[in-house]
């Protein structure tokens, strides 16, 4: 369970004494400050070191977290193997989308690959902004037409037949990330063995 000891005023002294969800969605629609006021009482910073667990399959999720420093990976387990089924990096906002708002259990992992800085949105606090401010709505709308056209990326890119072209999309859309996840992340990612990918390597 993540808690929060620090008074709002220390929380949010290292980002300029306002939480970064406040920028991130005045990106997307004006908000009111009774928003502001919400956002900055109930979200948090939390951190987590390098190949620590962020969430999993044993706790109950009640968090979105926003990426402000650090890579993150989600993924599955199939027996004993791992599926990677996204990885994220500052800007993002991340969760175990499978059971989101819900209340049953998911079988999600979410795993820092990097030390990573996060800030925690409780479920609560995006229901109740939900609920009550018609500005939240057109915010979670536009965001989620991003991550809409971001799952689609992945799909796509896990249905190209040839492994190399695979790759080669995975450079053309996430070009950032191949000097900071491991390959044996990004070749699960891409649905392909770790030797497949080293050979593809190798040879562009």
């Given at each position: 369970?993540?808690k ?44 987590f ?9 044993v ?5 979105l977290f ?14 004993k193997?791992e ?14 989308i ?30 109740y ?6 500005e939240?709505?057109i ?8 991550y ?33 996840v491991s ?7 891409l ?14």
């Amino acid at each position: 369970m993540i808690k929060v000891n620090l008074s709002e005023e220390d929380r949010w002294k290292k980002y300029g004494n306002t939480s970064p969800l406040i920028s991130l969605f005045k990106r997307f629609h004006p908000l009111n400050e009774e928003i502001e006021k919400r956002i900055n009482q109930y979200t948090f910073p939390v951190s987590f070191k390098k190949n620590k667990f962020v969430i999993s399959p044993v706790e109950r999720n009640e968090y979105l977290f926003l990426i402000m420093k650090g890579v993150v990976r989600g993924y599955i387990k199939d027996g004993k193997t791992e599926i990677t089924t996204w990885i994220s990096k500052e800007g993002e906002i991340i969760g175990t989308i499978r059971n989101l708002w819900l209340k049953d259990d998911s079988d999600e992992y979410l795993q820092a690959l990097e030390d990573v800085e996060l800030i925690s949105i409780p479920h609560v606090l995006s229901e109740y902004l939900y609920d009550n401010f018609p500005e939240a709505n057109i915010v979670g709308r536009k965001m989620m037409e991003l991550y809409y056209r971001s799952a689609e990326e992945r799909a796509y890119l896990c249905r190209i037949s040839s492994a190399e072209k695979r790759y080669k999309r995975f450079l053309q859309s996430f070009p950032d990330l191949i000097n900071r996840v491991s390959l044996k992340y990004i070749a699960s990612f891409l649905a392909i063995r770790l030797e497949t990918l080293s050979r593809i390597r190798a040879k562009l």
